[in-house]
């Protein structure tokens, strides 16, 4: 008999080299890490392959475990599932893809990695509500929130913030990048870090969304969402010289020209929460207000 065990098709935050190319979604986008220095994207949802399905992580390293277990023939059906599911989910059709992740929950109810995967799919599409529900389902499967996967619930704060919950989303990315640093994950910790920063210029917490970039930035000057998010905030503080200053630094660490003007606004509005898209806006226009397409899919605008 196999066992699966905390096996979260979570969703990551991934940070990326700067040639990669993204494919943009909703709050989010899919990708994978590659190696460099060169940090551009938050709020970045992908799946783990299937080779994920049994694995141990969490304190001592050893898996919190769903509560089915099965044999090899199932094993191998569940992977096959999820294989087919990722495949799918790179098309453009919601329906399909959407479908093949029920499939499995069908199958397999108590495996977390099917919610999860299910739930991030449905961010990735816009379907807050649904994900956020999906996500809830996989924690609870992984023992709660203390001690579900890192990454998957800092999905889980994604889909809170994009639901109106942002006090408890914030905790969350707290929580998140607590467990990074405890369990010696430094991705997970600057990825939730920096979710939080961008959370707390949401709830208009500008001066501490500032500090926490510059916390993130002293310790990587070359990340490069960071660096947009400074000069963002900034603007909103109405700290016009400081802006153009952290505007000049993004440019200087933007090797491969991902930041330009013309090109900052559609590289952020798909990732970031709305008043900080909002605000870079402003900021690029040269206005003291900005627009933003808010979760609901409709067009806000920020005064700064």
């Known amino acids: 008999m196999v066992r699966l065990g905390l096996a979260s098709f979570v969703g990551t935050t991934r940070r990326h080299d700067a040639h990669h190319v993204l ?5 989010c986008c899919s990708a994978g890490r590659i190696a460099s220095t060169r940090r551009t994207s938050l709020f970045t949802l992908s799946f783990l392959g299937a080779s994920h399905l049994v694995r141990k992580c969490g304190p001592g390293g050893e898996s919190a475990f769903a509560a089915a277990t099965y044999d090899k023939q199932n094993l191998e059906e569940l992977v096959k599932l999820f294989n087919e599911a990722i495949d799918i989910s790179k098309g453009e059709e919601f329906a399909p893809a ?14 977390s990695a099917a919610w999860s995967n299910r739930g991030t799919f449905r961010l990735q599409r816009g379907k807050w509500s649904e994900g956020l529900g999906d996500l809830e389902k996989a924690i609870e499967l992984e023992g709660g929130v203390d001690n579900a996967d890192g990454y998957l619930t800092n999905n889980y704060a994604n ?16 929580q998140s990048a607590e467990l990074g640093a405890k369990r010696g994950e430094p991705d997970l910790q600057e990825i939730a870090e920096a979710n939080y920063a961008l959370g707390l210029m949401q709830t208009s917490r500008d001066q501490e969304a500032l500090e926490e970039v510059r916390s993130l930035l002293r310790k990587d000057p070359n ?16 700290d016009e010289s400081g802006a153009e200053t952290a505007w000049s630094a993004l440019q200087t660490a933007d090797e491969g020209g991902l930041y330009a003007k013309q090109l900052a606004i559609a590289r952020v509005q798909s990732r970031w929460p709305p008043r900080v898209t909002a605000a870079l806006s402003a900021f690029i226009t040269v206005q003291n207000k900005g627009n933003a ?10 005064q700064f």
């Open 23 to 27: 494919r943009h979604s909703t709050l």
């Open 98 to 111: 959407d479908e093949s992740w029920t499939k499995i929950i069908d199958f397999a109810p108590d495996t």
């Open 159 to 174: 889909a809170l913030g994009a639901t109106g919950q942002w006090d408890e989303a914030l905790r969350v990315y707290k």
């Open 223 to 238: 990340f490069l969402d960071m660096r947009a998010a400074e000069a963002a905030i900034l603007w909103a503080l109405r």
């Open 293 to 302: 397409t808010d979760y609901d899919g409709k067009v806000k605008t920020y």
